[in-house]
């Protein structure tokens, strides 16, 4: 079955420090990756997504993930993080076929500190 | 558009309760979801329909049910509310195919005492 790793649980950051989280996913056909963000007390929204072409994808608020099919990772990036991106960041799989049946991670924790 | 909506937003259930969590969406799409959101384990599939009349199970269905009377409505059932289903859950909506995002509905946060 498909499972979705998601290493950090908990990252704790300064205004304008570099962010990087980790994510990776067993599968070995073709899937379709994807990085959520939750807000506090909000609902889900897609920061960024990848079917195909560049493996550098680039998202919502600064935000960019690379797909590295070798490693089977899908990391989400951002050069330098502002107070507001605090949240809880999911990174999502799906079969490459009709429905989007979404697996998710268990979800990274962000706190940036002004 | 309202997009994906969701009613209540919080409820209290003693166990063996039963209730139903509303799910709408004005986007005409196909395909609607439910999710439930527990600490440290993300966010899993309860139950999903492909259209109007066609449901299927998650990976943890058990304990809710649902149906698909129209392309707009998706209510989630619970039958005898137990603890274990404390949880917040969401609704999603999308149109269909592989290139198409998931719309999620601001959830419904349901504690079972």
């Known amino acids: 079955a498909q499972s979705v790793s998601q290493h950090n649980h908990h990252v704790i950051l300064s205004e304008a420090a570099s962010l990087e989280l980790g994510c990776n996913y067993s599968?070995?056909?073709?899937?379709?990756l994807f990085w959520y963000v939750q807000y506090p007390g909000q609902h889900l929204q897609l920061l960024l997504k990848?079917?195909?072409?560049?493996?550098l994808v680039k998202g919502i608020k600064g935000f960019e993930a690379e797909f590295i099919k070798s490693k089977f990772s899908f990391n989400l990036r951002k050069p330098s993080v502002q107070w507001s991106d605090t949240a809880e960041y999911f990174c999502?799989?799906?079969?490459?076929?009709?429905?989007?049946?979404?697996?998710f991670g268990t979800g990274t924790r962000l706190l940036v500190s002004p | 558009n309202a997009g994906v909506t969701q009613t209540p937003k919080f409820q209290v259930l003693k166990t063996g309760q039963s209730m139903t969590l509303q799910c709408a969406q004005d986007?005409?799409?196909?395909?609607m979801s439910w999710y439930r959101q527990d600490p440290g384990m993300g966010l899993r599939l309860i139950h999903y329909?492909?259209?109007?009349?066609?449901?299927d199970q998650g990976e943890v269905p058990n304990g809710y049910n649902v149906s698909r009377s129209t392309t707009e409505d998706f209510p989630l059932r619970l039958l005898s509310a137990a603890p274990s289903q404390t949880s917040v859950y969401f609704c999603?909506?999308?149109?269909?195919?592989?290139?198409?995002?998931?719309?999620f509905g601001p959830g419904t946060r349901l504690t079972v005492l």
């Open positions: 999502a799989v799906t079969l490459n076929t009709g429905f989007q049946k979404l697996v």
């Open positions: 999603a909506s999308n149109s269909g195919g592989v290139f198409n995002e998931q719309f």
């Open positions: 599968y070995g056909g073709t899937v379709n």
């Open positions: 990848y079917f195909s072409g560049d493996p």
């Open positions: 329909s492909v259209g109007a009349g066609i449901t």
């Open positions: 986007m005409n799409h196909e395909y």
